[in-house]
């Protein structure tokens, strides 16, 4: 079931050209990640007046993501240097091994965010493509016999690629509606497990919950999106030269 959620990722033409404009820098990252999972997303709809539209389901869509990471301090490196820092972390080797646990990031993302409903025997869907790019923090720790916990605080921005919302049998561009289209900001976790297979090879599943920072407003109404996901994904860690 993995292997066939990160085969889906790859056969996308954005997801490739995504990861062909990062092959170059393999070499030098000291590790990435790539993720496949499912979307459950909810659609926040809200008048006025403060009342939520009722009728709208949760829908399912898809989250393919390549994240680049690196430590925020490399305990090892610091075995091989002389500097001012160098002597503090080594004066301060609780605080160097903490730090040790904590990786920055940047993600970049394709996200499917989907939603069905019904109102007054009317049935409709919103189908949308999103790509969004972000910064992460990341603590990471060991558990037992390989296995280690993994939590993430994430921000991120997104734009629509292309959207749809089928109503009375018609289809709407939500590129023409401003509650869909333009800069979208979303911020939220994700925790999960990490496996160790080798010195440069991982696998991970988490759950991740991110959801909109800013309610976009149109016609009388504020939309928040409120994606929950269910993420596989591989870590690779490149060979230093």
Known sequence: MFAHLIARAMKGKIAVWLFFLFIPAISFAQQWTFQAG???????????????LSGIK????????????RKLVDT?????????????FNQN??????LGKIKWGIELNINQYNAVGD???????????????????????KLYKGFSVQANALLQLSQ?????QWVNNRFMDLRNDKQFNGIQGFGGF????????????????AY?????????????TTLSINPSSFVFGIIIQPLKN
Request: aromatic share 8%.
């Open 93 to 98: 080797p609780k605080l160097a091994k903490l």
């Open 119 to 141: 109102a007054v025997n009317m049935a409709y869907s919103y189908q949308t493509d999103y790509i969004g790019i972000g910064p992460s923090i990341q603590l990471t720790q």
């Open 190 to 205: 994700q925790i999960g497990l990490q496996q160790v297979i080798s010195d440069q090879l991982w696998l991970s599943i």
């Open 38 to 52: 499912v979307n459950l997303t909810s659609f926040d709809f809200v008048t006025s007046t403060g009342a939520s």
């Open 160 to 164: 629509l690629l292309h959207g749809n």
């Open 58 to 69: 949760a829908g399912s869509g898809n989250l393919y993501a390549m994240q680049y990471q």
């Open 208 to 220: 991740r919950q991110v959801s909109s920072l800013t309610a976009m407003q149109s016609q009388g």
């Open 76 to 88: 090892a490196a610091l075995l091989l240097k002389s500097s001012p820092k160098v002597i503090y």
